[in-house]
């Protein structure tokens, strides 16, 4: 080990970088898929790193403001060299990344956004690849399972913005396509932490589903003030809320029975080589503190995706090349798991699955 060491410490250097909420709102989501990139680089390096070069990682905290990202990310590529982004989170900061065409200035990819939203999405955003499923997706998929259990009456919690508006045309869309009826709609303004009143009026519409689409915190603060008799209705969120994170807030009770959407596989089934790899580099030195969530496996899927391209990129790899080989990853799979980019297509997975809130946080599928 000591001598790999050595001949990496005299190779080229390949530097790729993460640009996130590491404090601030997004910090417990931030912080774990960072462990989960970080353990895995480390698993590369120790196995000689990429054709012998030492992969660095680099890291810069915008505390989830928008108005730092796009600097962060300039000041990444163009002072730290990195060659990639990966894992970046939420909209408002990538918006603001796309906005600034730092991406496209220096023809740099960004491999994964923990972000759904569709604005994300289309022209002016060739330089990012999606590896998840939209919220339009997420929000269609819940509407078909309520529909599929009779469960025709919902109530929708949404956030008065931009991101609000799109869900709630996503709802809209479920309702004509699954036949559901809209009984009531609340919305909240961003910050919001008392939910009492919202949770009241919700309970007294006396639907029989509740889709809950707001953000995780707002998730977890309205749960906290719900209040119905067991069995009231079924409620709903979508993939960014965490199941030991809602638990912890609103208490276990409440958590429990919450169908959350998922846009990776389960990250402890054997289905995949891909899940399989990752609960091997969860139990290996390299993962101490990662967390076997859905949340870290889609980390780690980012990040061995961005990687996987890096080595076809070639002996002296460039931003330029990456985008290059993430284009040709048609018809690919990173450990079993499909994943479709092209010239012309930047969304690389839908898949979709919903899982269910149980003891301890933990989702079962």
Same mark, same amino acid.
């Given at each position: 080990?000591?001598?790999?060491?050595?001949?990496?410490?005299?190779? /080229?250097?390949?530097?790729? &970088?993460?640009?996130?909420? +590491?404090?601030?709102?997004?910090?417990?989501?931030?912080?774990?898929?960072?462990?989960?990139? $970080?353990?895995?680089?480390?698993?590369?390096?120790?196995?000689?790193?990429?054709?012998?070069?030492?992969?660095?990682?680099?890291?810069?905290?915008?505390?989830?403001?928008?108005?730092?990202?796009?600097?962060?990310?300039?000041?990444?590529?163009?002072?730290?060299?990195?060659?990639?982004?990966?894992?970046?989170?939420?909209?408002?900061?990538?918006?603001?990344?796309?906005?600034?065409?730092?991406?496209?200035?220096? $023809?740099?990819?960004?491999?994964?956004?923990?972000?759904?939203?569709?604005?994300?999405?289309?022209? &002016?955003?060739?330089?990012?690849?999606?590896?998840?499923?939209?919220?339009?997706?997420?929000?269609?998929?819940?509407?078909?399972?309520?529909?599929?259990?009779?469960?025709? $009456?919902?109530?929708?919690?949404?956030?008065?913005?931009?991101?609000?508006?799109?869900?709630?045309?996503?709802?809209?869309?479920? /309702?004509?396509?699954?036949?559901?009826?809209?009984?009531?709609?609340?919305?909240?303004?961003?910050?919001?932490?008392? +939910?009492?009143?919202?949770?009241?009026?919700?309970?007294?519409?006396?639907?029989?589903?509740?889709?809950?689409?707001?953000?995780?915190?707002?998730?977890?603060?309205?749960?906290?003030?719900?209040?119905?008799?067991? &069995?009231?209705?079924?409620?709903?969120?979508?993939? +960014?809320?965490? !199941?030991?994170?809602?638990?912890?807030?609103?208490?276990?009770?409440?958590?429990?029975?919450?169908?959350?959407?998922?846009?990776?596989?389960? !990250?402890?089934?054997?289905?995949?080589?891909?899940?399989?790899?990752?609960?091997?580099?969860?139990?290996? !030195?390299?993962?101490?503190?990662?967390? !076997?969530?859905?949340?870290?496996? /889609?980390?780690?899927?980012?990040?061995?995706?961005?990687?996987?391209?890096?080595?076809?990129?070639?002996?002296?790899?460039?931003?330029?090349?990456?985008?290059?080989?993430?284009?040709?990853?048609?018809?690919?799979?990173?450990?079993?798991?499909?994943?479709? +980019?092209?010239? /012309?297509?930047?969304?690389?997975?839908?898949?979709?699955?919903?899982?269910?809130? &149980?003891?301890?946080?933990?989702?079962?599928?």
């Amino acid at each position: 080990m000591a001598l790999l060491a050595a001949c990496l410490a005299h190779a /080229e250097d390949i530097r790729i &970088g993460i640009v996130s909420g +590491f404090t601030g709102p997004i910090a417990v989501t931030a912080q774990e898929v960072l462990q989960a990139t $970080r353990a895995y680089v480390d698993q590369v390096n120790a196995q000689g790193g990429i054709q012998g070069n030492r992969l660095v990682l680099v890291t810069k905290d915008d505390g989830y403001d928008a108005a730092k990202t796009a600097a962060l990310a300039e000041e990444a590529i163009a002072a730290d060299k990195v060659i990639g982004l990966v894992n970046s989170a939420g909209t408002a900061p990538t918006m603001a990344l796309i906005k600034s065409r730092v991406l496209h200035k220096y $023809r740099v990819p960004l491999v994964g956004v923990y972000s759904g939203a569709t604005v994300l999405r289309g022209a &002016g955003t060739e330089e990012i690849f999606h590896t998840r499923a939209t919220y339009n997706d997420e929000i269609q998929k819940i509407s078909r399972l309520a529909s599929t259990l009779g469960l025709h $009456r919902v109530a929708v919690l949404y956030q008065e913005d931009a991101f609000g508006e799109g869900v709630l045309q996503s709802v809209a869309a479920g /309702e004509k396509s699954f036949n559901l009826q809209l009984v009531l709609k609340v919305g909240y303004q961003p910050g919001t932490n008392d +939910f009492t009143a919202h949770a009241q009026k919700i309970v007294a519409a006396q639907p029989q589903a509740i889709f809950l689409m707001g953000v995780p915190d707002a998730v977890y603060q309205f749960m906290k003030a719900y209040h119905a008799p067991a &069995g009231a209705a079924q409620l709903y969120a979508l993939s +960014f809320v965490t !199941p030991k994170l809602l638990a912890d807030v609103a208490g276990e009770e409440k958590a429990r029975g919450v169908g959350i959407s998922q846009v990776v596989p389960n !990250p402890n089934s054997a289905a995949f080589a891909l899940t399989r790899d990752f609960q091997a580099l969860v139990n290996s !030195p390299f993962g101490k503190g990662v967390k !076997p969530s859905p949340v870290a496996l /889609e980390g780690y899927l980012n990040i061995r995706l961005l990687v996987e391209a890096i080595r076809m990129a070639g002996p002296h790899p460039t931003g330029e090349k990456v985008i290059q080989s993430l284009s040709a990853m048609q018809e690919y799979r990173v450990g079993g798991f499909p994943i479709e +980019f092209s010239n /012309e297509k930047r969304s690389g997975s839908n898949y979709l699955d919903i899982a269910v809130v &149980g003891r301890n946080g933990r989702l079962l599928y």
